[in-house]
């Protein structure tokens, strides 16, 4: 089973800051990872698949990038509703396995 | 509107049972791979069990493999969940996930909550 570390745990970030969130695994594996932005109280909601493919209707300033065991997903300018937690996921590998999640909190 | 809605969670004993349901609308059900996540309180995210949507394929995670049973009904746009020999680590909210591409998931219910305790 392939391990997913997040990294940090928390964030605390000024609106408007660039922010970069890491997943690293503990092992290489086909590239298909995802990320997931959740907030209090709701279902998480798909950002990126396939390591770097915004999923519909995400904006641009959400971007994912990385390769082998090494994961980023960055957000270029950090708005107000991206305070969240954010999840990353293998996906097509199985089992299929999330990472403990970063909280982008305000600074 | 294409959506997930579960039900079918509550309060159970320890070595308890219990069948979440989660209905679809607003997609091709029958075709659409279909999955279990869950999360337990204050936790993070962890994939239960996955259902293919073209094949009859179905997976576990080893934390429930043996005491669970993923199943759908196509007739009825109806995933579902038999939860047999709970135990108090597997209280969590339940969601339902819709696949997109590869097990990554695009639609999610709110989920449904599962209380396991005496």
């Known amino acids: 089973e392939i391990v997913m570390t997040q990294s940090p745990a928390t964030l605390s970030v000024s609106p408007g800051e660039r922010v970069t969130l890491s997943c690293r695994a503990s092992q290489s594996f086909n590239n298909n990872l995802a990320w997931y932005q959740q907030k209090p109280g709701q279902a998480p909601r798909l950002l990126i698949y396939r390591a770097s493919t915004r999923a519909t209707g995400i904006p641009a300033r959400f971007s994912g990038s990385g390769s082998g065991t090494e994961f980023t997903l960055t957000i270029s300018s950090l708005q107000s509703e991206d305070f969240a937690v954010y999840y990353c996921q293998i996906h097509n590998n199985w089992p299929l396995t999330f990472g403990g999640g970063t909280k982008v909190e305000i600074k | 509107e294409v959506q997930l809605l579960e039900s079918g969670g509550g309060l159970v004993q320890p070595g308890g049972s219990l069948r979440l349901s989660c209905v679809a609308s607003?997609?091709?059900?029958?075709?659409?791979?279909m999955a279990w996540v869950r999360q337990a309180p204050g936790k993070g995210l962890e994939w239960v069990s996955a259902f293919g949507g073209t094949d009859d394929k179905t997976d576990y995670a080893d934390s429930v493999k043996g005491r669970f049973t993923i199943s759908r009904d196509n007739s009825k746009n109806t995933l579902y969940l038999q939860m047999n020999s709970l135990r108090a680590d597997d209280t969590a909210v339940y969601y339902c996930?819709?696949?997109?591409?590869?097990?990554?998931?695009?639609?999610w219910g709110r989920g449904t909550l599962v209380t396991v305790s005496s």
């Open positions: 607003g997609f091709t059900f029958s075709t659409t791979a």
């Open positions: 996930a819709k696949d997109l591409w590869g097990w990554s998931f695009d639609l």
